[in-house]
């Protein structure tokens, strides 16, 4: 049977720490579902269809890798998928106690739903969606912590906000 694999997050803006974490999923899993899903604790700055498309422009080459938007409780769109695993990137301990908090939450929700934990590759593991967005909002070059496309995404953005 094939097991599916669901790697979700803000994704705003996709980072190449994200890029290496679904690329290392999709080594162990058939199929890899990477789902930009709405964080109710979060305001996003790029919409969310910019940023599919800019995942699936990283992610395109990737077997078994397909790129979808959703909004509501993350066990859900799991049941929708028939996905039993949720993939989490982890950079730091200080990751940790919130994504084992969200793992044990989506777990007693969902039971069966297991949360798979890929540690971060030192070369990403200080780059975060914040700090990238913080960066190109001072005008500073993102490229080396990003996919294609994404810092014109950026700049546009903020371009868009400071009208
Ligand atoms: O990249 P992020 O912001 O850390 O991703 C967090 C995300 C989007 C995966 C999380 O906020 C989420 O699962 N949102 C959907 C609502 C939900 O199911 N929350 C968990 C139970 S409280």
Redesign the pocket.
């Given at each position: 049977m094939t097991v599916v694999a669901l790697c979700?997050?803000?994704?705003d803006p996709p980072t190449n720490g994200h890029v290496d974490i679904v690329v290392r999923a999709a080594r162990l899993f058939e199929r890899v579902v990477v789902a930009v899903?709405?964080?109710?604790d979060?305001r996003p700055l790029l919409p969310a269809a910019e940023r599919v498309a800019l995942l699936e422009g990283a992610l395109g080459g990737v077997r078994g890798v397909e790129v979808c938007s959703f909004e509501g409780?993350?066990?859900d769109l799991a049941r929708q998928l028939g996905a039993g695993v949720i993939v989490k990137g982890l950079r730091s301990t200080s990751d940790m106690g919130f994504e084992l908090q969200?793992a044990h939450?989506?777990a007693a929700l969902a039971p069966g739903t297991d949360t798979v934990f890929i540690a971060a590759s030192p070369a990403w593991s200080f780059v975060s969606s914040s700090m990238v967005r913080q960066v190109a909002s001072f005008g500073g070059d993102v490229g080396p912590f990003v996919p294609t496309g994404v810092g014109e995404a950026l700049d546009r953005a903020f371009h868009e906000w400071r009208r």
């Open positions: 979700p997050g803000s994704f899903v709405g964080n109710p979060k409780l993350l066990v969200m939450i989506n």
